[in-house]
């Protein structure tokens, strides 16, 4: 199981001092029926500390934790968690261009660390996931990240829609891709400080998200295959940036 590759802190005070001491708990699995202070004070302190809670049943528990757990497992990331709002001046104090990745829903871990892989490799300054709906940052995320994971800055944002209203009022633009836009992937100007939004592998960009977007535009396919593999997709993408970037 995936869950035996990232560290775990069981029990009640454990959890909640994990939490409390900025550890970067990447979820919090709580054993459904489980109800007075603790629960108010658990609902309470993800949410103040924007930690993804999951709620499951007890048997559930029992396969990811075995047995004194005290009805709460923390999974510790193996990488910290950064803020965009922190990173994104730094990049512009640097003179340089931002390029941001947003992953929209992307849930498989290994599609996650193929994309942080590729944004690594391509210039990407940051790469966002949603403390809502991703995939979980563990050993095999990080494995299959070549470890670009232990160096492209990983935020998490409580928001998808509210971190690109943010980097909209930074300068960024915010592309997505859209089978149905008028435009190519070649025809964007990615000269300027850009996002790229990846949809998730089954739903696509959410249309919150895709509401949002400056420019959208089409990767051309020839083949009868309906999509291309979000991570594929993230690295014919990221690759564009670069070349336009670098003059190619």
């Known amino acids: 199981m995936q869950e035996k590759s990232v560290e775990m802190v069981y029990g009640r005070h454990p959890v909640v001092d994990a939490i409390k001491a900025g550890l970067p708990v990447d979820k919090v699995v709580l054993q459904q029926g489980i109800r007075g202070e603790f629960e108010k004070e658990i609902?309470?302190?993800?949410?103040?500390?924007?930690?993804?809670?999951?709620?499951?049943?007890?048997?559930?528990?029992?396969?990811?934790?075995?047995?004194?757990?005290?009805?709460?497992?923390?999974?510790?990331?193996?990488?910290?968690?950064?803020?965009l709002e922190d990173v994104l001046p730094m990049v512009y104090e640097q003179s340089e261009i931002p390029l941001v990745v947003l992953l929209d829903g992307v849930t498989d871990v290994r599609n996650f660390g193929a994309i942080a892989r590729s944004a690594e490799v391509f210039g990407a300054h940051a790469l966002v996931i949603s403390s809502k709906k991703a995939a979980q940052v563990n050993g095999d995320a990080l494995k299959t990240s070549a470890?670009?994971?232990?160096?492209?800055?990983?935020?998490?944002?409580?928001?998808?829609?509210?971190?690109?209203?943010?980097?909209?009022?930074?300068?960024?633009?915010?592309?997505?891709?859209?089978?149905?836009?008028?435009?190519?992937?070649?025809?964007?100007?990615?000269?300027?400080?850009?996002?790229?939004?990846?949809?998730?592998?089954?739903?696509?960009?959410?249309?919150?998200?895709?509401e949002m977007a400056d420019e959208r535009f089409l990767i051309p396919q020839i083949g009868q295959t309906d999509s291309l593999n979000a991570s594929v997709a993230a690295g014919i993408m990221l690759y564009e940036v670069q070349r336009q970037r670098m003059g190619g």
């Open 147 to 210: 470890g670009a994971l232990s160096v492209l800055p990983l935020c998490r944002e409580k928001s998808m829609t509210t971190a690109i209203e943010w980097l909209k009022l930074s300068g960024v633009q915010v592309f997505v891709s859209d089978l149905k836009a008028t435009k190519s992937l070649a025809q964007m100007d990615f000269s300027n400080p850009c996002a790229l939004v990846i949809g998730s592998e089954d739903e696509g960009i959410s249309p919150a998200v895709a």
């Open 43 to 83: 609902r309470h302190l993800t949410r103040d500390w924007e930690v993804p809670l999951q709620v499951v049943p007890k048997e559930r528990l029992q396969k990811i934790a075995g047995g004194n757990h005290q009805g709460v497992v923390a999974f510790i990331s193996p990488i910290p968690f950064q803020r």
